[in-house]
Protein backbone atom coordinates (compact mmCIF):
# COMPACT_ATOMS: atom_id res chain seq x y z
CA UNK A 1 0.00 0.00 0.00
CA UNK A 2 0.86 3.65 -0.73
CA UNK A 3 0.76 6.76 1.64
CA UNK A 4 2.21 10.02 1.31
CA UNK A 5 3.37 12.46 4.05
CA UNK A 6 3.41 16.22 4.35
CA UNK A 7 4.81 17.15 7.63
CA UNK A 8 3.94 20.75 7.26
CA UNK A 9 0.18 21.86 7.82
CA UNK A 10 1.05 24.69 7.18
CA UNK A 11 3.43 27.18 5.60
CA UNK A 12 3.50 31.23 6.06
CA UNK A 13 5.96 33.07 3.35
CA UNK A 14 7.03 36.44 2.87
CA UNK A 15 5.89 37.56 -0.61
CA UNK A 16 8.70 37.24 -3.66
CA UNK A 17 10.65 34.42 -1.00
CA UNK A 18 11.58 31.22 -1.69
CA UNK A 19 9.34 28.36 -0.48
CA UNK A 20 9.53 24.83 -0.55
CA UNK A 21 6.42 22.43 0.44
CA UNK A 22 7.76 18.76 1.91
CA UNK A 23 6.52 15.61 0.34
CA UNK A 24 7.25 12.31 1.41
CA UNK A 25 5.82 8.80 0.43
CA UNK A 26 6.06 5.33 0.90
CA UNK A 27 5.70 2.42 -1.78
CA UNK A 28 6.66 -1.06 -2.60
CA UNK A 29 6.09 -0.50 -5.92
CA UNK A 30 6.80 2.62 -8.68
CA UNK A 31 4.90 5.02 -8.76
CA UNK A 32 3.69 8.29 -10.49
CA UNK A 33 4.17 11.44 -8.59
CA UNK A 34 1.59 14.49 -8.45
CA UNK A 35 1.25 18.21 -6.61
CA UNK A 36 -2.26 19.43 -7.09
CA UNK A 37 -3.08 22.99 -5.74
CA UNK A 38 -6.74 23.87 -4.53
CA UNK A 39 -7.61 28.03 -4.55
CA UNK A 40 -10.48 28.75 -2.48
CA UNK A 41 -13.94 27.76 -3.66
CA UNK A 42 -11.82 25.72 -6.43
CA UNK A 43 -11.83 21.89 -7.39
CA UNK A 44 -8.12 20.80 -7.39
CA UNK A 45 -5.83 21.76 -10.52
CA UNK A 46 -2.74 19.82 -11.45
CA UNK A 47 0.96 22.00 -10.94
CA UNK A 48 2.80 19.19 -12.41
CA UNK A 49 3.69 15.46 -12.23
CA UNK A 50 6.89 13.56 -12.58
CA UNK A 51 6.05 9.91 -14.56
CA UNK A 52 9.09 8.93 -15.71
CA UNK A 53 12.87 10.80 -16.91
CA UNK A 54 14.14 13.69 -15.72
CA UNK A 55 13.74 13.85 -11.81
CA UNK A 56 13.27 17.86 -12.55
CA UNK A 57 9.63 18.41 -12.73
CA UNK A 58 8.80 22.03 -14.26
CA UNK A 59 4.80 22.71 -13.69
CA UNK A 60 2.66 25.77 -14.00
CA UNK A 61 3.00 29.16 -12.27
CA UNK A 62 6.82 28.89 -11.93
CA UNK A 63 6.74 25.58 -9.51
CA UNK A 64 9.15 22.98 -9.89
CA UNK A 65 9.60 19.63 -7.92
CA UNK A 66 12.65 17.14 -7.77
CA UNK A 67 11.99 13.31 -7.52
CA UNK A 68 14.26 11.65 -4.96
CA UNK A 69 13.98 8.05 -5.48
CA UNK A 70 16.46 7.43 -2.90
CA UNK A 71 14.71 9.52 0.04
CA UNK A 72 11.15 8.94 -1.73
CA UNK A 73 10.44 12.91 -1.90
CA UNK A 74 9.35 14.76 -4.34
CA UNK A 75 9.36 18.40 -2.92
CA UNK A 76 7.77 21.54 -4.26
CA UNK A 77 9.39 24.93 -4.96
CA UNK A 78 8.77 27.88 -6.26
CA UNK A 79 12.32 30.29 -6.19
CA UNK A 80 9.66 33.45 -5.46
CA UNK A 81 6.24 33.41 -4.30
CA UNK A 82 3.67 35.76 -5.17
CA UNK A 83 0.22 36.36 -2.86
CA UNK A 84 -1.93 34.61 -5.77
CA UNK A 85 -0.12 31.60 -4.64
CA UNK A 86 -1.74 31.44 -0.93
CA UNK A 87 -3.84 27.96 -1.71
CA UNK A 88 -3.35 24.51 -0.59
CA UNK A 89 -1.90 22.11 -1.99
CA UNK A 90 -1.61 18.04 -2.13
CA UNK A 91 0.97 15.63 -2.96
CA UNK A 92 -0.44 12.35 -4.47
CA UNK A 93 0.86 9.16 -5.90
CA UNK A 94 -0.73 6.52 -7.98
CA UNK A 95 0.61 3.11 -8.14
CA UNK A 96 1.83 1.31 -12.13
CA UNK A 97 -0.01 -1.08 -11.45
CA UNK A 98 -2.76 -2.61 -14.07
CA UNK A 99 -4.20 0.16 -14.72
CA UNK A 100 -1.70 2.59 -14.55
CA UNK A 101 -2.16 5.86 -15.33
CA UNK A 102 -6.20 5.63 -14.69
CA UNK A 103 -5.65 4.20 -10.68
CA UNK A 104 -6.24 5.87 -8.10
CA UNK A 105 -4.88 8.86 -6.56
CA UNK A 106 -3.21 8.42 -2.75
CA UNK A 107 -3.17 12.10 -1.37
CA UNK A 108 -0.87 13.45 1.70
CA UNK A 109 -3.14 15.85 4.00
CA UNK A 110 -2.07 19.35 2.38
CA UNK A 111 -0.15 22.35 2.97
CA UNK A 112 -1.84 25.73 3.39
CA UNK A 113 0.90 28.34 1.68
CA UNK A 114 0.09 31.10 3.26
CA UNK A 115 1.64 34.40 1.39
CA UNK A 116 2.14 37.55 3.44
CA UNK A 117 2.83 41.18 2.25
CA UNK B 1 -14.80 23.55 -22.58
CA UNK B 2 -16.55 22.77 -19.03
CA UNK B 3 -15.32 21.12 -16.66
CA UNK B 4 -16.20 18.58 -14.01
CA UNK B 5 -19.58 20.32 -12.30
CA UNK B 6 -20.60 19.01 -8.95
CA UNK B 7 -24.39 19.74 -7.41
CA UNK B 8 -25.04 21.10 -4.93
CA UNK B 9 -21.70 22.53 -3.78
CA UNK B 10 -23.33 22.50 -0.13
CA UNK B 11 -25.24 20.66 1.48
CA UNK B 12 -26.53 20.45 5.65
CA UNK B 13 -28.87 17.26 6.81
CA UNK B 14 -29.68 15.79 9.87
CA UNK B 15 -28.46 12.26 10.84
CA UNK B 16 -30.41 9.80 9.13
CA UNK B 17 -31.39 11.49 6.28
CA UNK B 18 -30.60 10.86 2.93
CA UNK B 19 -28.39 12.81 0.05
CA UNK B 20 -27.23 12.48 -3.25
CA UNK B 21 -24.67 14.27 -4.59
CA UNK B 22 -24.38 14.61 -8.51
CA UNK B 23 -21.28 14.73 -10.42
CA UNK B 24 -21.25 15.60 -14.37
CA UNK B 25 -17.65 14.71 -15.87
CA UNK B 26 -16.04 16.84 -18.82
CA UNK B 27 -17.64 15.14 -21.79
CA UNK B 28 -16.40 12.22 -23.46
CA UNK B 29 -14.09 11.21 -20.78
CA UNK B 30 -14.68 7.97 -19.54
CA UNK B 31 -13.05 7.42 -16.54
CA UNK B 32 -15.20 9.07 -13.22
CA UNK B 33 -13.56 9.13 -9.89
CA UNK B 34 -15.13 9.78 -6.04
CA UNK B 35 -13.39 11.17 -3.15
CA UNK B 36 -13.59 12.69 -0.18
CA UNK B 37 -11.92 14.68 2.55
CA UNK B 38 -12.57 14.78 6.31
CA UNK B 39 -12.25 18.23 7.87
CA UNK B 40 -7.90 18.15 8.30
CA UNK B 41 -7.37 14.69 6.81
CA UNK B 42 -5.94 13.68 3.43
CA UNK B 43 -8.26 13.41 0.72
CA UNK B 44 -9.32 9.67 0.40
CA UNK B 45 -10.52 7.62 -2.39
CA UNK B 46 -13.69 6.26 -2.49
CA UNK B 47 -14.29 4.52 -6.28
CA UNK B 48 -13.67 4.95 -9.70
CA UNK B 49 -16.15 4.21 -12.83
CA UNK B 50 -14.92 3.62 -16.16
CA UNK B 51 -17.58 3.86 -18.28
CA UNK B 52 -20.98 2.77 -16.20
CA UNK B 53 -18.59 0.28 -14.62
CA UNK B 54 -17.21 0.12 -11.16
CA UNK B 55 -13.94 -0.58 -11.53
CA UNK B 56 -12.51 0.15 -8.17
CA UNK B 57 -14.82 0.93 -5.01
CA UNK B 58 -12.23 -0.45 -2.89
CA UNK B 59 -12.43 2.95 -0.69
CA UNK B 60 -16.00 3.24 -0.42
CA UNK B 61 -16.49 3.56 3.82
CA UNK B 62 -19.84 0.75 4.14
CA UNK B 63 -22.85 0.29 2.67
CA UNK B 64 -24.54 3.22 3.32
CA UNK B 65 -22.83 4.52 0.17
CA UNK B 66 -24.63 4.07 -3.14
CA UNK B 67 -22.44 5.20 -6.44
CA UNK B 68 -24.08 5.03 -9.73
CA UNK B 69 -22.98 6.13 -13.30
CA UNK B 70 -26.32 6.09 -15.54
CA UNK B 71 -25.34 4.80 -18.79
CA UNK B 72 -21.42 6.11 -18.63
CA UNK B 73 -22.01 9.91 -17.98
CA UNK B 74 -23.24 11.62 -15.20
CA UNK B 75 -22.57 10.18 -11.37
CA UNK B 76 -24.52 9.81 -8.09
CA UNK B 77 -23.39 9.34 -4.99
CA UNK B 78 -25.95 8.60 -2.39
CA UNK B 79 -25.65 8.13 1.51
CA UNK B 80 -28.65 6.79 3.35
CA UNK B 81 -28.85 7.25 6.01
CA UNK B 82 -26.37 9.81 6.66
CA UNK B 83 -23.92 9.84 9.93
CA UNK B 84 -22.43 12.74 11.92
CA UNK B 85 -18.85 11.28 10.57
CA UNK B 86 -19.84 11.31 6.47
CA UNK B 87 -19.55 15.03 6.58
CA UNK B 88 -16.58 16.39 4.65
CA UNK B 89 -16.00 17.42 1.17
CA UNK B 90 -17.07 15.18 -1.82
CA UNK B 91 -15.29 15.29 -4.89
CA UNK B 92 -15.45 14.14 -8.10
CA UNK B 93 -12.87 13.41 -10.83
CA UNK B 94 -12.68 12.48 -13.96
CA UNK B 95 -9.96 11.66 -16.78
CA UNK B 96 -9.86 10.66 -20.18
CA UNK B 97 -6.98 8.28 -19.26
CA UNK B 98 -4.10 9.96 -17.59
CA UNK B 99 -4.75 13.25 -15.77
CA UNK B 100 -7.81 13.09 -13.61
CA UNK B 101 -9.23 16.60 -13.28
CA UNK B 102 -11.33 17.52 -10.61
CA UNK B 103 -14.62 19.30 -9.55
CA UNK B 104 -15.04 22.14 -6.80
CA UNK B 105 -16.63 19.62 -4.23
CA UNK B 106 -19.41 19.18 -2.65
CA UNK B 107 -19.26 20.11 1.46
CA UNK B 108 -21.54 17.56 3.28
CA UNK B 109 -22.33 18.65 6.54
CA UNK B 110 -24.31 16.27 9.05
CA UNK B 111 -25.66 17.44 11.77
Known amino acids: AQSVTQLDSQVPVFEEAPVELRCNYSSSVSVYLFWYVQYPNQGLQLLLK??????LVKGINGFEAEFNKSQTSFHLRKPSVHISDTAEYFCAVSDLRYGGATNKLIFGTGTLLAVQP | EAGVTQFPSHSVIEKGQTVTLRCDPISGHDNLYWYRRVMGKEIKFLLHFVKESKQDESGMPNNRFLAERTGGTYSTLKVQPAELEDSGVYFC?????????FGPGTRLTVL
Open chain 1, 50 to 55: YLSGST
Open chain 2, 93 to 101: ASSPGGQQF
